[in-house]
């Protein structure tokens, strides 16, 4: 900003405001540094001190800081300031035109009093909270140009709101615990650099919303379950970048509550890490998701998974990118699920029975993910865990599953350039397993299917899958297969280097039409891949590096056909 613009901007200031601004803007500089140049402020600038509001963490300034807005958007719009105070409030209702700007040494604090909180309507079934209102701090609907800005917090104060026993079965919990902001059905929302902690419930929910950039939050929770981050709710047109997030549940989730996809969504440059996943599509997937780029994050200590594609309540998920992700204390990398929930949110227009959604067209290239080593961690530590998990070993979640139903298929799934490194610890009796359950209507985790028999990546009702140039690695010995692939059509492994130490690298059942190219395993194994299935036909081998295999090719159970062979290297060196 030049001096002719901040002396103009400031001269137009009411004099309380001007004063405040000056001190925040001293506050945020440390002595002796030369003072960072700040953007403008948009339009006339409504400081909530003006309105009656005492900032001393103890009145409750509810209805001064609406005033503040009010006042704001009755003169046609512009900045209602909060300067540096910690001011108390149960919610506030954002309008059209209003940014709401938290200076430097600024904090929004969220009264523990509930009836400070109002119930609003949601529109679709909540099933963290049950029934169709939620309870929230900041509240906009169907405003448009709004925005949250600035260096200052918003602090939830949720601790007084635990969970409470869900009423109706299909619910995760009930009672009124407010979220920290909820905005609905808004077109052109800005949030922008303030941090944001201790939400009762999730921290920011952004639902029906378009034209939305989430830019440069920190997302902070510590107490409960369903503290997820943000939520981005049948949304599009929705950019977040450069967010840090760490968190009790997920980190940051995109769902479809309502019958709209959430689309055209750009993801970059955030790092996230929760006891729960870091980075999910669904589970509500009534609407479905579809033109979504994710490049250039990182998460990390994420117990439930890192990135998770989840298509259970009907729905489409398609047609997504995702380069350049890096991953630590992570369980299963990646994780694709069609299920079969079929619940309508509350929507009685819904056909019934609903249809099963569908999971396709997704590429992912470059990433590098090291595995939990700690069944501490896994288990969530500090009580965090369910019951049922408390007894889990870390490896029951660390096998990526690319996995439809019987005739619903994951489609086109193609993944390269990928380096895992994974703990471990499986055994042979664990690579025999083969009662694995479809759980169709269950909660779609990637531990849902218990301890499976292979470590790498688990694929079943698929088809158009390809993994190239993917190297996994052990830190400890594993007895169970690389990979097991079943009922997939068009399956293509380029380039698949693995640590090996149990009885077969590669297993296929009833697999129509692979090619398995390039691909070695990096210590010795009795069987390179074993065949199995009738319905198994066209499968191809070339150029494989098979010196380590006692075997390259078993037929096994039902399968009697053969499998074409040129150029791999076998025999002696």
């Given at each position: ?59 409750l300034d509810t209805a001064s800081l609406q005033a503040a807005i009010d006042a704001c958007a009755a003169g046609g719009g512009g900045t209602v300031l909060l300067p540096p105070g910690t001011f108390v409030s149960g919610t506030i209702t954002l309008k059209t035109h209003v940014t709401l700007h ?283 865990a369910s019951p049922d998990r408390r007894s889990y070993p870390y490896r029951i979640a660390n096998t990526v599953i690319i996995g439809g139903l019987p005739g619903h298929p994951v489609e086109n799934i193609s993944i390269s350039d990928v380096h895992f490194t994974c703990p471990g610890g499986g ?146 060196a």
């Open positions: 900003m030049t001096d002719f613009s901040r002396r103009r901007f400031v001269s137009q200031l009411p004099l309380a405001g001007a004063a405040a601004l000056a001190g925040a803007a001293a506050a945020a500089v440390p002595a002796g540094a030369a003072p960072a140049v700040a953007a403008p402020l948009t339009g006339p600038v409504y400081n909530v001190r003006d309105h009656g509001a005492k900032g001393d963490g103890v009145t938290l200076a430097g040494g600024a904090t929004l604090r969220g009264s523990q009093q509930v009836a400070d909180y109002p119930a609003k309507p949601f529109g679709s079934r909540d099933l963290d909270i049950g029934g169709f209102e939620i309870w929230t701090l900041i509240y906009a609907d169907t405003a448009h140009n709004i925005g949250i800005e600035g260096r200052g917090t918003i602090d939830g104060a949720g601790q007084p709101f635990p969970p409470r026993p869900k009423i109706q079965p299909l619910d995760v919990a009930s009672g009124p615990r407010p979220r920290g902001i909820f905005l609905k059905g808004c077109h052109r929302v800005v949030l922008r650099d303030f941090r944001i902690t201790n939400a009762a419930m999730w921290a920011v929910h952004l639902a029906l919303c378009d034209h939305v950039t989430v830019d440069g939050l920190g997302v902070y929770s510590k107490d409960f379950v369903q503290q997820d981050g943000i939520i981005i709710d049948s949304s599009r047109d929705v950019r977040v970048a450069n967010c840090t997030v760490n968190t009790v549940d997920d980190a940051l989730v995109f769902k479809s509550s309502f019958p709209a996809p959430s689309e055209n969504i750009v993801i970059t440059n955030c790092v996230l890490t929760c006891r729960s996943s870091a980075l999910k599509f669904g589970t509500q997937s009534l609407g479905g998701f579809r033109n979504i780029a994710i490049s250039n994050c990182v998460f990390h200590d994420c117990r439930l998974g890192g990135l998770k594609f989840e298509a259970v309540d009907g729905g489409v998920l398609e047609d997504v990118t995702v380069t350049n992700l890096s991953m630590f204390n992570v369980s299963a990398p990646l994780f694709f699920k069609i299920g079969n929930r079929a619940r309508d949110f509350g929507f009685k227009d819904i056909p019934q029975p609903q249809p099963i959604g569908r999971l396709r067209n997704i590429t992912i290239r470059g990433l590098r993910a090291r595995l939990l080593p700690d069944e501490f961690l896994y288990q969530g530590g500090h009580g965090f055994t042979a009796e664990e690579a025999k397993r083969t009662d694995i359950p479809e759980e169709e209507k269950r909660y779609p985790e990637n531990d849902m299917l218990g301890i499976l028999p292979c470590w790498g990546f688990y694929i079943r009702h698929a088809q158009g899958i390809t993994l190239a140039n993917v190297r996994l690695d052990l830190a400890a010995p594993d007895y169970r297969s690389v990979l097991v692939a079943e009922d997939v059509a068009d399956l293509e492994l380029d380039g698949l280097k693995a640590d090996s130490h149990g009885e077969h690298f590669i297993r296929l059942r009833d697999v129509r039409t692979a090619a398995i190219r390039r691909s070695r395993a990096l210590q010795p194994v009795d069987v390179f891949v074993e065949v199995a299935g009738a319905a198994t036909t066209d499968i191809a081998l070339s150029d494989n590096h098979l010196r380590t295999a006692r075997v390259p090719v078993q037929p096994a159970g039902g399968f009697t056909g053969t499998v074409a062979q040129h150029g791999n290297l076998t025999g002696p």
